[in-house]
């Protein structure tokens, strides 16, 4: 179980606050049948035991309609994690 306390470097900032940790999650579009997988739907389980864990130490961002044009959405991010269908060239 993961919690705040554990956090390896969960340190007060400069006034004693907790320094939030920013984490983008990304959704690709829908890849599988109905039923088998659901990338938006998987991050959104991971995105809810994250707060629950970390509460105010986390501020997750979920973008469920794949990758997005403004960059500036990943400025301050301590993470981001994409799940998506991945094609290979064999």
């Known amino acids: 179980m993961l919690s705040a306390a554990s956090a390896p470097d969960a340190k007060p900032g400069p006034k004693g606050e907790p320094q939030v940790k920013k984490?983008?999650?990304?959704?690709?579009?829908?890849?599988?049948?109905?039923?088998?997988?659901?990338?938006a739907g998987g991050l959104a389980l991971l995105k809810g035991a994250m707060e629950k864990a970390y509460?105010?130490?986390?501020?997750?961002?979920?973008?469920?309609?794949?990758?997005?044009?403004?960059?500036?959405?990943l400025e301050g991010a301590a993470a981001h994690l994409q799940c998506h269908r991945w094609e290979s060239d064999r």
Do not use: N, Q, R
């Open 23 to 39: 984490i983008v999650m990304l959704a690709g579009p829908k890849s599988h049948a109905a039923g088998m997988h659901d990338h």
């Open 55 to 73: 509460g105010s130490w986390v501020k997750i961002d979920l973008i469920e309609k794949g990758w997005f044009d403004d960059p500036a959405l």
